[in-house]
T-cell receptor, first 112, second 111 residues
Framework: DAGITQSPRHKVTETGTPVTLRCHQT?????MYWYRQDPGHGLRLIHY???????DKGEVSDGYSVSRSKTEDFLLTLESATSSQTSVYFC???????????FGPGTRLTVT | KNQVEQSPQSLIILEGKNCTLQ??????????LRWYKQDTGRGPVSLTI?????NTKSNGRYTATLDADTKQSSLHITASQLSDSASYIC??????????FGKGTTLSVSS
């Protein structure tokens, strides 16, 4: 998985609780991305980062926030989790914003 | 609206047989098209990438084709193996940076 780790790999949480997912890379790539994958949908971009403290919204950003204080770490936070945020979350990295994206192993989040 | 449609949704074949997966897209302006393989419980991994001027590209037993005029691509798998069981995702890059993902085709190879 191209030097990308995600933690936790599995999490069950209750509606209304805050949740933070972590993506860590050892490749020193500039770009990092958070996607969610749901049955019946293709991967959908939540947020992405093009450098330390530089982030932007993706297609499905409502209810999510991100932070990147170091090149190697990109955090995804659900301020108040809802059942609609039950999904598999993938982190990806790329050197530029136009080249291949390498994906992490995913985090399966269940909101009850 | 930019879209990527894949067919079939799922496919079951016997080990050793060939198969072809389809991808139709409406993304414009087009930059490139990539096929990813996603094993169960893992992240997608790139198989091939094709730009506007490329018609065919191979990666071992995987051969991708692209017809930019009709906006169609296919992924042909030769002499399938059990390890080919996975989801195959077609991804089109819109000129700029946006990626448009298809929903994937789930391939099951049985012995």
């Amino acid at each position: 998985d191209a030097g990308i780790t995600q933690s936790p790999r599995h999490k069950v949480t209750e509606t209304g609780t805050p949740v933070t997912l972590r993506c860590h890379q050892t490749e020193n790539h500039r770009y990092m991305y958070w996607y969610r994958q749901d049955p019946g949908h293709g991967l959908r971009l939540i947020h992405y980062s093009y450098g330390v403290k530089d982030t932007d919204k993706g297609e499905v950003s409502d209810g999510y926030s991100v932070s990147r204080s170091k090149t190697e770490d990109f955090l995804l936070t659900l301020e108040s989790a809802t059942s609609s945020q039950t999904s598999v979350y993938f982190c990806a990295i790329s050197v530029t914003g136009a080249d291949e994206q390498y994906f992490g192993p995913g985090t399966r989040l269940t909101v009850t | 609206k930019n879209q990527v449609e894949q067919s079939p949704q799922s496919l079951i074949i016997l080990e050793g047989k060939n198969c072809t997966l389809q991808c139709n897209y409406t993304v414009s302006p087009f930059s490139n098209l990539r096929w990813y393989k996603q094993d169960t419980g893992r992240g997608p991994v790139s198989l091939t990438i094709m730009t506007f001027s490329e018609n065919t590209k191979s990666n071992g037993r995987y051969t991708a084709t692209l017809d930019a005029d009709t906006k169609q691509s296919s992924l042909h798998i030769t002499a399938s193996q059990l390890s080919d069981s996975a989801s195959y995702i077609c991804v089109v890059r819109e000129a700029g940076t946006a990626l448009i993902f298809g929903k994937g085709t789930t391939l099951s190879v049985s012995s």
